[in-house]
């Protein structure tokens, strides 16, 4: 008897459909400096928590470089020069660069406005 090529279902439970992958990521904004970065790292925290443990590791590197792929303009040539490559490293790059730079003391202050209005 000759040996099946079908995965087994284990194996399959723990990968999902490549179409619904490609559906999941092309669902993720692109990030051009001056949109709303929280956001864009939202929706990559969502996608990425969603899909954890589920990934080949062919997968997770085709996943991380769509994401990194959606990342445009400014904002890509900016982790370029920061040679962040991986998820985490762009996740600290971006904010410290397109981020709400506004103070805690200027954040305390315009709460207290609208609380007083």
Do not use: W
Not at 17 to 23: E, G, S, V, Y
């Amino acid at each position: 008897m000759t040996e099946s090529k079908i995965p087994s279902t284990s194996s399959m439970a723990l990968t999902p459909d490549r179409n619904k992958i490609q559906l999941l990521v092309h669902a993720i904004p692109e990030y051009y400096s001056g949109n709303n970065l929280s956001i864009f790292i939202n929706e990559i925290d969502n996608l990425l928590k969603h899909l954890e443990k589920q990934l080949t590791s062919d997968l997770a590197s085709v996943v991380k470089f769509s994401i990194r792929s959606k990342i445009k303009g400014n904002a890509r040539d900016f982790i370029a020069y920061q040679n962040a490559t991986e998820g985490p490293h762009i996740r600290n790059a971006l904010p410290r660069n397109y981020g709400d730079q506004k103070s805690e003391e200027l954040l305390v202050f315009i709460l207290r406005q609208c609380v007083q209005s």
